[in-house]
C-alpha cells in the first residue's frame, strides 16, 4: 500500500490550492482526481475576487493570472455593480477569467513547479480511519494511506458523507441553464434583472461562441438539454436565437448547504464539499481558495509535528463563520434577483443604498473577501485581518509585506528598533525581519488604522498578534500558532 502523509480527494481550484501551500511547506501530498484531464467542461466561475487575487500574490503567482484575465472596476451584488476601484489594495478590481482557464494556470505551478503528484482517472470509492492515519480505497483496486485525508470534491462529496459529516440547509427553490452555444442570430448582450445572461465568450474578439446563463420557469436537477436552453431563452427574450451547436450545457439551482463540521478524525473538508450556495456574486471559487489558504499552513504543521492536532480545529472555528455568511449573502442577493413587483421594489431600494459610500464599501468588502475578520480576541484592529501589502524598506533593500509571505512561512515583522527580541527558539519556522514603512495604514471599511510597532503575520496573510517586541504576550502568540519554542 502507498503512503503519503496527505491525500486530497479533488483537483479543482481548492484541491490545486491547497496541494499548493502542503508543497511549499514540504509535505507529501497527492491528488487523486477522477478527470482524465485538466480540461475542464464548462466553466461556472467566471471571476477571482481581490482578496484571492492578494492571496495568489502572497505566493507570487498572482501576474500569472491577472496577464490571461480582464480587470473590471466593479463586483457585483445581486446584478448591483459596487465600484471598487477606491479599495485599500493593489488589486482594487475584479478579475474576469473563466474557471478553466484558471485551473489550468494553477496546475501549471502546483503540478508543474511545485511537481506535485496527480492521479487522475481516479477517485476515492471508500475509506476507514484509524489513530494513526486513513486508508483509502481508489477506482481501479488501488489502495493508498495517509495520516490525513482532505475532501474538496464537491458539493456531492463522497468523502464529506462517508465521514459522516451532516450537510443541513434549504433545498433548491429554483434553477438556472448554463451553456457555451452558437447562435445563427446576433443575440441581446447583458445582463438580466433576474440574473444570468448572455455574453460572448471571447469579448475581445466579437461574435460567439456565446456563454448563456438564464432562470428556468420551473426547478429542474436533471441533465440539462439544448431544448432547456431554448425553452429558456424564449422565456427571458422572446426568442431562441437560432441557438445550435453547443460546447457544453450544465445546470445550477439555489440550493444552500452547509457542512455541520469541517473535520472529522483525520478527515477534513473545504470548498464546495464544505459549503453549497448559489453564484450570485462570484463567491464560490474565491471562498474554496481561500479556505485552502487557511487550512494548508496549519495542517502543514500538524503533519511536521510543529503543533498539536488540535490547531486543526482552528479551521473551523475560522472558515465556518465565513462559509456560512456567503450562504446568506447568497440567498439574499436570490430573493433580490425575482422578477415581481414587490422583489423589483425591494431591489431598487436596494440599488438606492448601495449607490450610497458606506453601504457600497460594506458590502462590497464582503463579497470580495477583503473584511474577512477571524476572531482572535480584543486588541489592534488588525488582529484577525488580513495584512495589508505595505511597501517597506529593509536592509536588503525595498520589498513588499506581500513578497515577505511568498514561501509560506509566517513572519514577524518589526517595524521600531532592530533587535529586541529573541527569535531563536523559532528559527526555522518563523522569519524576523526589520523594516520602515512611510505611510498610512489602511484597511477596507475601517479606514485609517494606528500603525503597530511590530505585527505577526501567518502564512495565509492574517495578523496573529500586534504589539510591541517586548510584549510578554508575543511569545504565546508564536507558541499558539507555530510551535512551543525550541532550545539548544
Known amino acids: ?229 431554448r425553452e429558456a431563452l424564449i422565456a427571458s427574450c422572446g426568442t431562441d436565437y437560432g441557438v445550435h451547436s453547443p460546447a457544453w450545457i450544465s445546470r445550477f439551482t439555489d440550493m444552500t448547504r452547509q457542512a455541520a463540521s469541517y473535520r472529522e478524525g483525520r478527515v477534513l473538508i473545504a470548498g464546495d464539499a464544505a459549503h453549497v450556495h448559489p453564484p450570485q456574486g462570484g463567491q464560490g471559487l474565491n471562498t474554496g481558495v481561500q479556505d485552502a489558504v487557511n487550512l494548508g499552513w496549519k495542517l502543514a504543521q500538524v503533519v511536521n509535528a510543529t503543533s498539536p492536532a488540535s490547531l486543526l480545529d482552528t479551521y473551523q472555528a475560522e472558515r465556518h463563520p465565513v462559509g456560512a455568511r456567503v450562504l446568506r449573502n447568497t440567498m439574499a442577493q436570490v430573493a433580490l434577483s425575482n422578477a415581481d413587483d414587490r422583489h423589483l421594489a425591494l431591489r431598487d431600494t436596494m440599488t438606492e443604498l448601495l449607490g450610497m459610500d458606506e453601504p457600497r464599501r460594506s458590502i462590497a468588502a464582503m463579497v470580495t473577501g477583503l473584511d474577512i475578520h477571524y476572531d482572535l480576541g480584543e486588541g489592534h484592529p488588525l488582529l484577525g485581518r488580513r495584512m495589508p501589502d505595505l511597501d517597506l524598506h529593509t536592509a536588503d533593500g525595498p520589498t513588499r509585506a506581500f513578497t515577505l509571505l511568498h514561501d509560506a512561512r509566517p513572519v514577524l515583522l518589526n517595524l521600531g528598533a532592530p533587535g529586541g527580541f529573541d527569535i531563536p527558539p523559532w528559527a526555522g519556522r518563523v522569519r524576523l525581519v526589520d523594516a520602515e514603512h512611510d505611510g498610512v495604514w489602511e484597511l477596507p471599511v475601517l479606514g485609517e488604522v494606528a500603525a503597530p510597532p511590530a505585527v505577526l503575520i501567518r502564512p495565509d496573510g492574517h495578523v496573529a498578534w500586534t504589539g510591541d517586541l517586548a510584549d510578554p504576550e508575543l511569545p504565546h502568540a508564536l507558541a499558539k500558532w507555530f510551535g512551543a519554542a525550541t532550545t539548544g
Not at 482524465?36 to 475576487?49: E, F, I, K, P
Not at 433548491?172 to 457555451?180: C, G, K, L, P
Not at 461574435?207 to 436533471?222: A, F, N, S
Open 1 to 229: 500500500m502507498t503512503e503519503h502523509a496527505v491525500v486530497i480527494a479533488g483537483g479543482g481550484p481548492t484541491g490545486l490550492m491547497l496541494a499548493g501551500e502542503l508543497a511549499l511547506a514540504g509535505i507529501d501530498v497527492v491528488i487523486v482526481e477522477r478527470r482524465t484531464s485538466q480540461v475542464l467542461d464548462g466553466s461556472r466561475s467566471s471571476g477571482l475576487h481581490p482578496r484571492t487575487i492578494e492571496v495568489l500574490d502572497q505566493r507570487g503567482i498572482a501576474e500569472r493570472f491577472i496577464s490571461e484575465g480582464r480587470t473590471h472596476p466593479a463586483a457585483g451584488y445581486a446584478m448591483i455593480p459596487l465600484d471598487i476601484s477606491d479599495f485599500p489594495t493593489r488589486h482594487n478590481y475584479l478579475l474576469a477569467l473563466w474557471q478553466s482557464d484558471f485551473e489550468r494556470i494553477l496546475a501549471g505551478w502546483v503540478i508543474g513547479d511545485l511537481g506535485v503528484p496527480i492521479r487522475r482517472g481516479r477517485e476515492v470509492v471508500g475509506f476507514v480511519q484509524d489513530s494513526g492515519g486513513v486508508d483509502l480505497e481508489l477506482s481501479g483496486d488501488t489502495s493508498l494511506r495517509a495520516a490525513y485525508l482532505i475532501g474538496c470534491d464537491g458539493g456531492r462529496s463522497l468523502i464529506r458523507k462517508a465521514a459522516g459529516i451532516d450537510f443541513p440547509g434549504l433545498d433548491a427553490s429554483t434553477s438556472w441553464v448554463i451553456a457555451e452555444v452558437e447562435m445563427e442570430e446576433q443575440p441581446e448582450v447583458g445582463m438580466r434583472r433576474e440574473g444570468g445572461g448572455i455574453g460572448p465568450v471571447n469579448p475581445a474578439g466579437g461574435g460567439g461562441p456565446y456563454r448563456v446563463v438564464l432562470k428556468e420557469k420551473q426547478i429542474d436537477d436533471g441533465e440539462p438539454t439544448l431544448q432547456d436552453i
